[in-house]
């Protein structure tokens, strides 16, 4: 026993999704006990297709794809094409071309609308800052009526 006894507090359960010390600064993290095996017994029915005794028992089982949340990604969608088991009939082809017609006729649109806006900005900057060339312009037509004489006596 230690010179020191702090006294036990129980404070019950944590709520769900409770970390502690996320406040300063500490992450969850999930390992593999946490999980469980990495592979169902075998002859289970939740056994893999392939895995000793799932073929024997007749319990090769289809996976159905998950299209809840934790397989979306904000960026991508999900991973796997919603549609792809499907097969295209000429109504589908015919939606296709259209589609596609659609998307050139609005790139060409947008491609008008995007090389207006860079000229009107490009006009835009070129009011606030002139080249060079055009700063000295109007000194570059004042020298047209600079007499030989004058123009010899100008310093190098």
Same mark, same amino acid.
């Given at each position: !026993?230690?010179?020191?006894?702090? /006294?036990?507090?129980?404070?019950?359960?944590?709520?769900?999704?409770?970390?502690?010390?996320?406040?300063?600064?500490?992450?969850?993290?999930?390992?593999?006990?946490?999980?469980?095996?990495?592979? #169902?017994?075998?002859?289970?029915?939740?056994? @893999? @297709?392939?895995?000793?005794?799932?073929?024997?028992?007749?319990?090769?089982? %289809?996976? #159905?794809? $998950?299209?809840? +949340?934790? $397989?979306?990604? %904000?960026?991508?969608?999900?991973?796997? $094409?919603?549609?792809?088991?499907?097969? !295209?009939?000429?109504?589908?082809? =015919?939606?296709?071309?259209?589609?596609?017609?659609? +998307?050139?006729? !609005?790139?060409?649109?947008? *491609?008008?609308?995007?090389?207006?806006?860079? %000229? *009107?900005?490009?006009?835009?900057?070129? %009011?606030?800052? /002139? *080249?060079?060339?055009?700063?000295?312009?109007?000194?570059?037509? =004042?020298?047209?009526?600079?007499?030989?004489?004058?123009?010899?006596?100008? @310093?190098?």
């Amino acid at each position: !026993m230690s010179t020191y006894d702090a /006294p036990r507090t129980d404070f019950g359960q944590p709520p769900p999704g409770y970390v502690a010390g996320l406040g300063r600064g500490a992450v969850g993290f999930t390992t593999r006990s946490d999980i469980g095996p990495a592979q #169902a017994p075998s002859g289970g029915v939740d056994a @893999p @297709p392939g895995f000793a005794g799932a073929a024997a028992a007749g319990a090769e089982k %289809k996976t #159905a794809t $998950n299209y809840g +949340d934790a $397989n979306f990604d %904000k960026f991508s969608g999900f991973n796997e $094409n919603l549609f792809g088991g499907g097969r !295209m009939d000429a109504e589908d082809i =015919e939606a296709d071309k259209v589609y596609a017609a659609i +998307d050139r006729r !609005m790139d060409s649109k947008r *491609k008008l609308r995007r090389e207006e806006r860079v %000229k *009107k900005e490009i006009e835009e900057y070129r %009011k606030k800052r /002139p *080249k060079i060339q055009e700063q000295f312009r109007d000194l570059k037509r =004042e020298l047209n009526g600079l007499s030989e004489a004058d123009w010899e006596s100008i @310093p190098e």
